[in-house]
């Protein structure tokens, strides 16, 4: 909004730049403060985009397979974005960002 509301950006240019201004704010918060990850950045930002593209297309067959089923897109969505946190999380520390929370619990108990 910001983008096109206040610098008169065009919509199709706003929309794509804030999404991955997003994606990259993201990633690094992620990196930095949740996980104090350790590991390649360039690695993790490749894996991170990939589960970008994996969790966009769960979220569309989970909604509208809910939908499909009789219980509306609203429930999907519910649905979707738990299921989705749920493994983000799993996925994030365990795949992206693997072995840096240990690392840096290991600094933590050494200071």
């Known amino acids: 909004m ?3 509301e206040v610098f008169f950006v065009e919509l199709w240019i ?3 730049i804030a999404f991955l201004t997003s994606l990259a ?3 690094a918060l992620q990196r930095v403060f949740t996980f104090r990850a350790t590991n390649g950045k360039s690695v993790s930002f490749l894996k991170y985009c990939l589960l970008v593209v994996f969790n966009t297309l769960a979220v569309d067959v989970i909604v509208n397979l809910i939908d499909w089923l009789g219980a509306g897109y609203q429930v999907g969505k519910v ?3 738990v ?3 749920a493994w983000n999380f799993l ?3 365990h795949w992206i960002f693997r072995g840096s929370s240990s690392a840096a619990e290991t600094q933590k108990m050494s200071a």
């Open 79 to 81: 649905v979707s974005t």
């Open 25 to 27: 704010f993201n990633f």
């Open 2 to 4: 910001l983008l096109h």
């Open 91 to 93: 996925l994030y520390k």
């Open 14 to 16: 706003a929309t794509p």
């Open 83 to 85: 299921m989705i946190t």
